[in-house]
């Protein structure tokens, strides 16, 4: 029987796009009906050897080019930017699945379903991108994402508190802001697409906050002191906000870790 491992493998370390969508899908439905193992067999490879396509050309934050959402051409590169962001997340939750051994059976099994939704995510993000007559990799795309992965390649508390409980829950905070704007633009599709991505992102987010709080009670470890720390030192820079503390608090935050990100935000 494959084992989970085996198809994180066949996703992180083979850059065809296409293979990795369908290899996804296939060990959501082998998982769904009981034909996935979630024993460990192969050792795990080092993380710089993951394989990811030629294109997009790959660029620092401050090297995007910016474009207006209320032109053709701004229109497709914002989807084309989270078109990116969605493909990244594909590799973020096959990462976690691979690269930390040993952990609940359940664990693995939201993770791989969120590897799942992320891939659904891309693909209707990269069908509405052909209205525009772009395809993904016709663009630039965000260097960023993949090193938080590789700066927490060994600490599954770290990559917990800035991964989902920091990258995606970013998500949570301007997502909103995003669908009005395609309201009133009138792009229908877009603004079913992102409400999608948003309802799953909720339930990504609350994952990452309920793994951390459970490893945090079997390391014995704080969560909430232990989710500061993991910031302070893993994440550069500040998470930026404003924070959607509604969502964020559905999403599995506390009103305490809340209040230190907006501390954080007033002293900077």
């Keep these: ?27 959501q439905q082998l998982a769904q009906t009981g034909q996935l193992s979630f024993e460990p067999a192969a050792p ?48 973020l939750a096959w990462d976690i699945i691979y690269r930390f051994r040993g952990l609940p059976e359940a664990f693995y099994r939201d993770w791989l379903k ?41 600490d599954i508390m770290a990559r917990l508190a800035v991964v989902p409980r920091c990258m995606e829950a970013r998500g949570l905070d301007v997502t909103p802001a995003m669908i009005d704007k395609l309201k009133i633009l009138g792009d229908d599709v877009g603004v ?5 991505i948003y309802q799953d992102e909720v339930g990504h987010v609350e994952r990452g906050s309920y793994w951390f709080n459970y490893f945090a009670a079997q390391f014995g470890l704080d969560p909430e002191q232990t989710y500061k720390e ?37 002293e900077e």
């Design 114 to 154: 969120i590897a799942a939704e992320e891939a659904l995510h891309f693909e209707l993000l990269r069908q509405h991108m052909s209205s525009f007559s772009v395809e993904y990799g016709d663009l630039p795309a965000h260097k960023g994402l993949w090193s938080h992965a590789e700066d927490t390649a060994d």
């Design 192 to 196: 079913a697409i992102l409400t999608r």
């Design 230 to 266: 993991k910031i302070l030192a893993c994440y550069q820079g500040k998470p930026k906000g404003p924070f959607n503390r509604e969502v964020r608090i559905i999403a599995g935050f506390t009103h305490n870790e809340i209040d230190w990100l907006e501390e954080r935000l007033h």
């Design 44 to 91: 795990v490879k080092p993380i710089v050897d993951t394989l990811f396509p030629d294109k997009p050309r790959l660029l620092m934050p401050r090297d995007m080019p910016r474009r207006r959402l209320d032109t053709m051409e701004g229109k497709a590169a914002f989807f084309h930017a989270l078109a990116h962001i969605e493909f990244m997340a594909i590799y």
């Design 1 to 27: 029987m494959n084992t989970i491992f085996d198809f994180a493998e066949c996703c992180l370390f083979d850059d065809d796009i296409a293979r990795k969508l369908e290899t996804t899908h296939q060990a």
